[in-house]
Each structure stands twice: as C-alpha cells, then as structure tokens.
C-alpha cells in the first residue's frame, strides 16, 4: 500500500515501441534474463546431445531439422517483434550440411530477416564435420560470427556461450 508505481507516475507505457534504424535497434538492447538457443541440424542424435549438453549448462533449446524449420521458428517467434520481448534466441547453433536448406543458405536468408528488421540481430556458430577451409570461408561469407567443428563436447560449448551468448557465465 505504501509502495509508489513510478512507471503510471511518470506516465511511461509498459511495452516500448521502438520505430528507428536497424543499427541503432541493435545497440538498444533491453536485457533479459532468458536463456534461450536455436539448434539446427538434421541429425536427430545431434540435436539431443546438443540439447542435453546446453541444458545442462541453464540454457533452454528450440530444435529445427532443416533450415526451413528454422526459418519457420524464427518467423514465428518474431511475428510481433518489438524490443521488449525477452523470449528471442540469444543464439543460433546452424548445422552446415543439411538437406532441403543447408546452414550458409539458411544463414543468407535470416541476415535479410536481420536487413529487413523483421528479427534481432542474433549470433550465428555454424557446426561441420568437416574442416574444409573453402566451407568454413563459406560460413563466415553467409554471416555466421564463429564455426566449430564436431563432434561437440561440454568444454567447446561452455566457450561458445563465453564469447558468442550475452551475459552467460
């Protein structure tokens, strides 16, 4: 009773609407404490021990068999997209070999989502078995922002959510 609700006293609305460049919404993030990721691959023990591994680490995972799936996911989860929503993916973990769309074609189409400011900018680790350096030269000219290489342990990830996911620790 005693408590004073400063946000209906100076009047500030409880959703922000942000209407302003793509560059400048980036850099206004309103921090949250979800911890979410989207997984990529089309190898179903893939996608399971990558789950068991982040979850075991606090993070909450989205899985997507292809990179339509994934489009899908993304589209969907950002239909109403507007900064205050703290539910977005922190992180995307992109298989690079994948049928139907694979990761460098699926990274392609969400760096347009990001151009059109229909979803946040959100870090891209593209996942390959092989280390060819023209396919990891691929990943990194579609947008992905790191590549590592399978199979994943515990350690590479724990590194990965240290560089690439905001605030973990």
Known sequence: QNR?????????P???ELDIGAELRDEIMIPCGCKNLL???????????LEM????????????????????ILKSKYKDYSRTCCLGFKLIIMDYQMPIMDGVE????????????????????????FASKNEVIKC??????DVVFKPL??????????????NYH
């Open 4 to 12: 004073i609700d400063l946000t209906k006293k100076m009047n500030i």
């Open 14 to 16: 409880n959703s922000l």
């Open 39 to 49: 997984i990529v691959d089309d190898d179903i023990f893939n996608l399971m021990s």
């Open 53 to 72: 591994m982040l979850n075991s680490l606090g993070i909450t995972c989205i899985k997507a068999m292809n990179g339509v799936e994934a489009l899908e």
């Open 106 to 129: 699926t990274t392609l189409s969400i760096m347009e989502l990001i151009d059109k400011c229909s979803i946040p900018r959100i870090p891209i680790i593209g996942c390959t078995a």
């Open 140 to 145: 990194f000219e579609a947008g992905m922002k």
């Open 153 to 166: 342990t515990k350690k590479i990830l724990m590194n990965l959510l240290r560089k690439w996911y905001p």
